[in-house]
């Protein structure tokens, strides 16, 4: 008989602030995911000060979109780094339509599609309320209430509609992002329930 191995691969979707971050640090435990965060890969490459962080610094800095090649290729690498993956949990990628079909194209190259896309919704006043308050201890430069502005902006602006490229597919589902981190994350768990085991 054949033995069947389906990846899985979530994308956890939703505004800055929203609990992305949060909630896979806890998922990819329970689920055994590798998690990557175009966010977390870009503050590493400003950290090191590499040629790549020094161009992205001046559009994060800004609450802006870094563009969308500099992202598709991290997220490109990344992916050929993990081989033998269960799966992945996307967080803050994709962020553009572009992005979006990049992805699919490098998942459908590798025969392993999305599975799951995780929409969370959160009302803009509560975005910013949890950033600013975040801003007191992350020393992250876009943690401030003009940078917060922007990010909100250009995530109604360029990322919101990526939920519909993927709505197209059938394949969001929406989670309020109000309420407890541990009630969010059984809201989280029972959706991608539907789809595997925990592991
Ligand atoms: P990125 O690092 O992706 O930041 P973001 O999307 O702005 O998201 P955050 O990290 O602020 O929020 P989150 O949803 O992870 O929430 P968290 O769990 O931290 O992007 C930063 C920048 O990098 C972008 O502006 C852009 O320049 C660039 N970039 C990144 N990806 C890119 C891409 N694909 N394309 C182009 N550019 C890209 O929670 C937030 C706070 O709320 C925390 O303090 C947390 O403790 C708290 N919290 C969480 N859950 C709850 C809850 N249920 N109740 C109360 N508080 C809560």
Same mark, same amino acid.
């Given at each position: 008989y054949t033995i069947i191995y389906f990846m899985f691969n979530l994308i956890l979707f &939703? *505004? *800055? $602030?929203?609990g992305k971050g949060t909630q896979s640090a806890n998922l990819l435990q329970k689920y055994n995911l590798q998690h990557i965060s175009t966010g977390d890969l870009l503050r590493d490459e400003v950290a090191r000060k590499t040629p790549l962080g020094v161009e992205a610094k001046k559009f994060m800095d800004q609450g802006m979109l870094v563009p969308d090649e500099v992202v598709i290729g991290m997220i490109s690498t990344k992916i050929d780094e993990n *081989?033998?993956? !269960?799966g992945f949990i996307f +967080? $803050?990628? *994709? !962020?553009t339509k572009q992005q979006a079909i990049a992805l699919d194209k490098l998942l459908e190259f590798k025969n392993t599609p999305i599975s799951l896309v995780l929409a969370l919704e959160v009302p803009d006043e509560e975005l910013t309320k949890r950033i600013l308050h975040r801003a007191e201890t992350s $020393? !992250?430069? +876009? +943690?401030t209430e003009e940078v917060v502005k922007k990010r909100v902006e250009e995530y109604r602006a360029k990322t919101e509609i990526v939920a519909s490229h993927y709505d197209a597919q059938g394949k969001v589902e929406r989670i309020n &992002?109000? &309420?407890?981190v541990e009630e969010i994350f059984a809201a989280l768990s029972a959706e991608i329930d539907k789809v595997i085991l925990p592991e």
């Open positions: &939703g *505004p *800055p $602030g929203s *081989p033998h993956v !269960r +967080d $803050g990628f *994709p !962020r $020393g !992250r430069a +876009d +943690d &992002g109000l &309420g407890t």
